[in-house]
């Protein structure tokens, strides 16, 4: 029996053969779709390779492991994939790849680049999706190449992450088999996804997101692609949105590797596609869905001009979704919003209007609200997850949910009016989306991606540290090994207090107050010392402080983001900044000497030297205790030279600020969220300009906006060079990965180029 078939000789029956990638791409080329055209390895392949090799045994005992423990887990994965890579391959079934790969170059009249891609399939459960096995190999030539990229993914069956996986859905790893898919490349030069169907409501609306170069940067999701939409009953384009496209992967000409390349500026804000292209992609989508009866999620590309369809699955959630979104146990996306904070939850819909009905919140309960605020926390603590219908990634529910761990999802603009008490739903806060009744697979996915997170510690020259708002997570913040606390907020503490500081200080109970300061600051810095721990000083703007007790004088602002907040507030009321400087001055008496003291909403140098002078008047050694700044609008950045000869220790990027005053966009309001972007040019280069400078003058720079959880924001300030990136504690983990591969690449470009 050859080990290999060509594509257009599968379909969708033959899962247990080639997979379910295999087999749909078969599929689909006998419905006239245009695939480009390949082989697969069989399963039954690899299953001769382990059998006739002698290696079978050694795996399957390898893996006998406790799945909970990640070293042993590491060990195992590690074992089974070196004799998976070592083991001997029968000649015959080598020889049919190697002849596969060639006959299909001469079919083509040229060596071709492939593709080559692992699809994992299970004897007795064909339709299992697999988590975690989607090895792939781009740009692979040349018989030698793809070889050996097809050992590569079958031992990736025994990646640490989908042994974690079988164990938890109960898969025995002696009946999951794996076959390799070897697909022509498409050199594109546009490329995206496309939904049949609206993913969300299900209306007749064919949704494309499209960019330049390889698909790969639009299923990242590393760029903003321009986004269409097309009415199915008239066939009419009805929406188009251009967005600024800031990067594109294409394949090196000399090298054949993939690259992430600058959009030229003339491409940036031009449409990808044109309205034939658009409808022509739109009549593919629609012929697809109308197959397979259910509506589909597409990768399509254009090289040359011709379209090519690259995939096609079930417009899925996690794992296999639509087929879930028709049936009767749910799993219907009923509601999209921000995943502010990651995490699966099932639970049942408890609907909040106002502190008055916080009671009904009982453990696990999903708490849906309009917006959080802070008195409702104690509540928060109780809820398996929530769902707020406003907000962006750092209003109080998002900032709040991360360091409870409790998933979020915000912004959704109508969750008060589509759920009701009592349903049953889960929310996904890492996809930002809302399904009906309770979905399995979302949460055996997220829990296998916790493990290998949390498995191993690279060691990085870039300091990763954390954002604490609430101590009560210091303890949490502190387990994730980061380097310091890059922004320890108090505006969280001080809310929770439900009384204002001017309160405290009309009742003559400073001290009071002091105490309740130190006590929140001294969970954290004990619980990082000696490592640093900025505290930034208070920060609330006044529609916050409103309606707590002490807050009936609080001024009624047009514009509160732009008013009466950050240092200019503690500059005018200077006797709530002496008392904070009182907090620290004890918490250094104490020996906590690790605090640090940032100052938020900077814009003018002038500021910075008020609040020193008021420093030493309170008697803090400034010759001792580190004071930085938060480059959060435009003005700070522009003319940080005048603070760094004022002597500024450091300083850190409050991007969820310096985005919105720079973009004129408002962090909150989801009706302008799609606007908001941190990766916008002129941040960048604001950012830019700022380490830039400090840099040469020795200053330490650091950030602590939401921008710095994300990893392609992580990646570009590893690249301009920051001394430190403060991350959620949910993020730490991935941002300090990223970070380690960043700096390899450069010290590896630096070492290629010597
Ligand atoms: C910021 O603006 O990026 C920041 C960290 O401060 P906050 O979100 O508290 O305004
Ligand atoms: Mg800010």
């Not at 209007?353 to 309960?365: A, C, H, S, V």
């Not at 001294?522 to 000083?537: C, D, L, Q």
Request: glycine share 8%; aromatic share 6%.
């Amino acid at each position: 029996m050859t080990a290999v078939v060509w594509l257009e000789e599968v379909g969708k029956d033959d899962v247990s053969v080639v997979g379910g990638k295999g087999a749909s791409l078969g599929e689909m080329i006998n419905v006239g779709a245009p695939v480009p055209g390949g082989f697969a390895v069989t399963a039954q392949a690899y299953r001769d390779f382990i059998n006739r090799s002698g290696i079978a045994d050694d795996i399957f005992e390898a893996l006998k492991v406790d799945v909970n423990d990640p070293a042993a887990l590491n060990e195992a994965a590690d074992k089974a994939k070196k004799l998976v890579l070592a083991g001997k391959v029968p000649k015959d079934i080598e020889k049919d790849i190697r002849n596969r790969y060639q006959e299909m170059c001469k079919r083509e009249g040229k060596e071709v680049f492939v593709a080559v891609r692992s699809s994992a399939t299970a004897e007795d459960l064909p339709d299992a999706s697999f988590a975690g096995q989607q090895e792939t190999f781009l740009n692979m030539k040349g018989e030698d190449q793809v070889f050996e990229a097809v050992r590569k993914c079958w031992a990736s069956l025994y990646g640490a992450r989908a042994i974690f996986y079988r164990v938890e859905q109960g898969f025995e790893h002696e009946k999951v088999n794996i076959s390799v898919t070897v697909q022509k490349m498409v050199k594109s030069e546009k490329s995206g996804v496309m939904f049949s169907s609206h993913p969300s409501t299900g209306e007749p609306e064919v949704i494309i997101e499209a960019a330049w170069g390889l698909g790969e940067s639009v299923v990242s999701g590393s760029v903003s692609p321009d986004n269409y939409v097309v009415d199915r009953t008239n066939k009419k384009i009805q929406n188009k949105f251009i967005a600024s496209k800031e990067i594109m992967i294409v394949r090196d000409e000399k090298t054949g590797e993939t690259v992430t390349k600058k959009v030229p500026a003339d491409m940036k804000e031009k449409l990808v596609l044109s309205d034939e292209e658009i409808l022509k992609l739109a009549a593919q989508a629609e012929v697809l869905e109308k197959h397979y009866g259910i509506p589909q999620d597409i990768e399509w590309a254009f090289e040359n001009g011709k379209m090519f369809i690259l995939q096609s699955r079930p417009i899925t959630t996690i794992g296999n979704g639509a087929k879930a979104a028709e049936s009767d146990q749910g799993g219907k996306v009923i509601l999209t919003g921000l995943g502010a904070s990651p995490g699966v939850a099932t639970g049942v819909v408890k609907i909040v209007t106002g502190p008055e009905n916080l009671d009904k919140i009982t453990k696990g309960d999903i708490m849906v609200t309009v917006m959080t605020t802070p008195d409702m926390v104690p509540a928060m603590e109780r809820a398996g997850a929530i769902v707020t219908d406003e907000g962006g990634m750092t209003c109080h529910a998002a900032i709040v949910s991360r360091e409870l761990g409790c998933p979020a999802v915000v912004g959704t603009k109508k969750g008060t009016k589509t759920l009701s008490d009592g349903m049953l739903i889960t929310v996904d806060g890492g996809k930002g989306k809302v399904y009906e009744g309770s979905v399995k697979k979302a949460k055996e996915e997220a829990s296998a991606r916790t493990v290998v997170a949390v498995a191993n510690k690279p060691i990085t020259a870039t300091e990763i540290k954390v954002n604490v708002s609430m101590p009560e997570a210091a303890e949490q913040a502190a387990a994730t090994m980061a380097d310091g606390v890059g922004l320890l907020r108090i505006e969280h503490m001080i809310l929770g207090l439900g009384k204002t500081p001017r309160y405290y200080i009309n009742a003559g109970k400073e001290e009071e107050y002091i105490d309740e300061l130190v006590k929140g600051v001294r969970t954290v810095a004990e619980a990082f010392y000696p490592k640093p721990v900025w505290v930034r000083t208070l920060d609330a703007p006044t529609d916050e402080f409103r309606g707590m007790e002490g807050g009936e004088n609080e001024p009624h602002e047009h514009n509160p983001m732009l008013g009466w907040r950050g240092i200019r507030r503690d500059l005018t009321d200077t006797e709530h900044f002496r008392i904070e400087m009182r907090a620290f001055k004890k918490l250094h008496e104490m020996g906590l000497t690790n605090v640090g003291i940032m100052l938020p909403l900077v814009q003018h140098v002038s500021e910075f030297r008020r609040a020193k002078a008021l420093m030493v008047e309170e008697g803090l050694d400034l010759e001792k205790t580190d004071v930085g700044i938060m480059v959060e609008t435009p003005g700070a950045a522009l003319t940080i030279e005048d603070f760094i000869e004022d002597g500024i220790d450091f300083i850190s990027f409050g991007t969820n600020d310096l985005t919105q005053y720079t973009l004129a966009v408002d962090r909150n309001n989801e009706n302008v969220a799609d606007l908001y972007s941190e990766l916008h040019p002129a941040v960048l280069t604001l950012i830019e300009y700022v380490i830039e400078r400090c840099n040469k003058a020795g200053v330490t720079t650091s950030i602590c906006g939401q921008a710095g959880s994300y990893p392609e924001m992580a990646k570009r300030l590893v690249e301009i060079g920051i001394t430190s990136i403060s991350a959620n504690i949910d993020a730490v983990a991935t941002v300090r990965e990223t970070v380690a591969r960043a700096e390899k690449i450069i010290m590896l470009r630096a070492l290629r180029e010597e």
